[in-house]
């Protein structure tokens, strides 16, 4: 990238680290679910650039990883509480359980965040994001970095596609890949577009495919939570019915991807 781009693109990374502490500190409150929702995002974005250019081995890219999968769990088990009816009583046992969990998983977040989370850290993060991350922008050409996002995200599309039906364990992993990746290209695109001629098309289907991988991702999540849950004899059978209607609609949600 030439110089005027890359500090262009530095100034929107730092503004993504700033923006993330407000959600962070908002979401210390738990008042909102979609302040948990907007840190992880933030987090995704900062760990796609570090990802881009080879810095995984930071401690900086560490640390996000941890605070990546705090916020995660509470993310999770927020939209599985959002999306349970309770209109019978094994329903209202499972929001229960849910909401326990939940409960859980807050405590868990405000520990890491305490423990991570500090001035030392904010003035380390913008150490990198100017300094070395800078530095390795200014020797990659835009193009390559997509190319690069590109490519990652066409081997994970290629590796599902060739997944059988029948193959349930291996078809749900490679979806689980090619969510990652469709991530980190979409962040990618979304980043470096303003300096190419990337047309805005191109983030329009990643969008879309993204929110078909999520409703999956949700729905596989749900599935395995009831195949798990603990029922009073009497409700096996409610359960049990439950389970086939989500393994129903995975196995739909699962047929109807597509990637146009």
Known sequence: MNHRDAENLTFELLETWSTFNHYAEEAQTFKNPEDVHQARIRLRKLITFAKLVDQTE???????????????????????????????PIEQLFAEHLALQLQGKRATLLETMHLLISDELDRSVRRFLAG?????????????????????FDKKKLHYEKVQHKEGKKRIQMMHELRL????????????????DF????VDRLKRIQTQLGDINDTYNRLERWRLFSVPDD??????????????????????????
Do not use: C, N
């Open 235 to 260: 409700q096996l059978a409610q359960q049990q019915k439950e389970i086939t209607r989500l393994e129903k609609k995975l196995s739909k949600l699962l047929d109807q991807l597509s990637f146009d």
């Open 58 to 88: 930071e401690p900086i890219y560490l640390i996000w990883k941890r605070l990546m999968a705090a916020f995660g769990q509470v993310r999770d088990l927020d939209v599985q509480l959002s999306q349970q009816g309770v209109t019978s």
């Open 132 to 152: 070395r991350l800078t530095k390795q922008l200014k020797r990659i050409d835009e193009k390559d970095l997509l190319q690069t996002a590109e490519k990652r």
């Open 199 to 202: 047309p805005k098309s191109s």
């Open 181 to 196: 990746e469709t991530k980190f290209y979409r962040y990618t695109v979304e980043y470096l577009r303003p300096y190419t």
